[in-house]
């Protein structure tokens, strides 16, 4: 029990620690995957040129934007997962007569297929509390396309402003940010109920549990591979640094794909969510288009499910759509996993001292 409550506190520890590091690329790898319905300009042409441009018109505080669901969530989801996947290993323990199990692995750790298996299971586990966590992430990270004229209703200005407006939105997709996580969590509930937030649940399962797998197997791996221990000398911390480096970046590469899909489902222009928001802001609507101003804006319907996105996906954008936002992700998740993994054994060490 009470390695599993160590577990726990280190893997929350390490969570928050990763998420303020890698929350700026996080915003953009989600601005970047729903550019589709959203108002990116062709102009800004690199994601350094996004993050410039989101501080310009959004200020500092956008690149941390969404990051109140995922310290209380995500954070919380990595607690599971680490509680989780300790307590699959010491499951292997009592199962097998071939070796005795501690928490840094030695002397005589488990065999990296069960280090993938107890990872795949871990990450199913979390499903629960990662979908409505990524779910009201994604939201509240989307991009903003203002949908009524209020700003500009009240200067001398107004009908220069308005037909700008028209052509600016006109032909545009959809896209309303819901600002805050908190924001996002009482509309769903509101519009949709509990349901609501586990929209995009199967491939969240599908892309976390052998995410997972590959993600612990890769560090410990690694870990082996460079004789990483947590000693605490300079050399050891490098090793562990990189070990969990190289675990985010190759476990984020091996499901890509299906975060993209995942994103897609989660965040899609028009939603029960954001009809609301809509409605109140406009004066027609009909099934496919938004009549604002005498204007048509052309709203997406509903994807069905995973296969229907991606075939969508494909024949919109191509094989590249798929892998939208992959350079920021990838070079986030080296500093984001790094620490997370460092300060999780750190955090184990310290826990196991305190107790003896």
């Not at 509390?129 to 107004?158: D, F």
């Not at 300079?234 to 476990?251: E, P, Y």
Request: charged content about 15%; some cysteine.
């Amino acid at each position: 029990m009470a390695e599993s409550v160590n577990d726990f506190i280190a893997g929350y520890v390490g969570g928050v620690a990763g998420i303020i590091v890698g929350s700026p690329l996080d915003v953009l790898k989600v601005r970047l995957q729903t550019s589709t319905f959203s108002h990116v300009s062709d102009k800004q042409k690199s994601s350094f040129d996004i993050l410039i441009n989101m501080k310009k018109a959004e200020g500092f505080k956008s690149l941390f934007k969404g990051v109140g669901s995922p310290i209380v969530g995500l954070a919380f989801l990595n607690s599971i997962l680490f509680a989780s996947y300790g307590g699959i290993l010491r499951l292997f323990k009592r199962n097998s007569q071939n070796y005795e199990f501690s928490n840094d692995l030695l002397p005589s750790p488990p065999s990296l297929f069960q280090v993938f298996l107890a990872g795949f299971g871990a990450g199913f586990s979390c499903s629960l509390v990662s979908t409505p966590t990524e779910l009201i992430k994604c939201r509240a990270q989307t991009i903003i396309l203002p949908v009524n004229n209020h700003n500009h209703n009240n200067n001398h200005n107004h009908n220069n402003n308005h037909n700008h407006n028209n052509s600016h939105i006109k032909n545009k997709t959809l896209m309303i940010s819901e600002s805050n996580s908190f924001t996002v969590f009482k509309n769903v509930i509101k519009t949709q109920g509990i349901k609501g937030l586990y929209q995009g649940g199967l491939v969240t399962i599908i892309r976390d549990a052998p995410g997972y797998g590959v993600y612990f197997w890769t560090y410990e791996g690694i870990k082996r591979l460079t004789n990483a221990s947590s000693s605490g000398d300079s050399i050891n911390d490098i090793k562990l640094l990189f070990s969990g480096g190289m675990a985010g970046v190759i476990s984020w590469a091996s499901i890509y794909p299906l975060d993209v899909i995942k994103t897609r489902i989660q965040t899609q222009p028009f939603t029960s969510t954001t009809a609301a928001l809509v409605m109140s802001s406009t004066t027609k609507f009909t099934e496919n288009k938004l009549m604002m101003n005498n204007n048509n804006i052309f709203i997406p319907k509903f994807f069905s499910g995973i296969i229907n996105c991606s075939f969508r996906l494909y024949s919109q954008e191509g094989i590249s759509g798929f892998f939208k936002g992959i350079t920021p992700t990838l070079v986030r998740a080296w500093p984001v996993n790094a620490v997370t993994f460092y300060i999780f054994e750190i955090m184990i060490n310290w826990l196991n001292r305190i107790q003896k």
